[in-house]
């Protein structure tokens, strides 16, 4: 439970950084939808992802573990086509949104205690 809350407030904040930052990232509304995709994606990344992890096992050994950004990319952009109010235009956008998405995850889950 504790590590799906750190998967939604991570992948809330830093869908606001990518918004604020990144040129092409555009989250169109308030605090609220901000909330509802961050609870989507953090939902997305906690059921799904270990589940690509282990059918993609092949690959992530070939690439040494780069494929695993190759699907972070995937779900964001999942999620970008599933809500309108997101809107990422292009690869460069989508690659750095998901970079910092990943670093405010990964900050998170290191400095956080764990429950």
């Known amino acids: 439970m504790w ?3 750190l998967q939604i407030a991570g ?3 830093g869908l606001w950084l990518a918004d604020r930052f990144v040129p092409g990232v555009d989250v169109l509304g308030d605090g609220k939808t901000f909330v509802l995709i961050g609870a989507v994606l953090g939902a997305v990344n906690f059921f799904l992802r270990p589940l690509l992890n ?3 096992l092949p690959l992530k050994i070939l690439t040494l573990g780069l494929f695993g950004f190759i699907i ?3 779900l964001v952009w999942l999620v970008d086509i ?3 109010e997101l809107v990422i235009t292009g690869i460069v956008p989508l690659f750095w949104t998901t970079v910092i998405i990943w670093l405010v995850i990964f900050a998170l889950t290191k400095w956080m205690p764990d429950k």
């Open 72 to 74: 972070n990319m995937l």
């Open 54 to 56: 282990v059918l993609t």
């Open 11 to 13: 992948s809330t904040a």
């Open 82 to 84: 599933a809500f309108t």
């Open 3 to 5: 590590s799906l809350l």
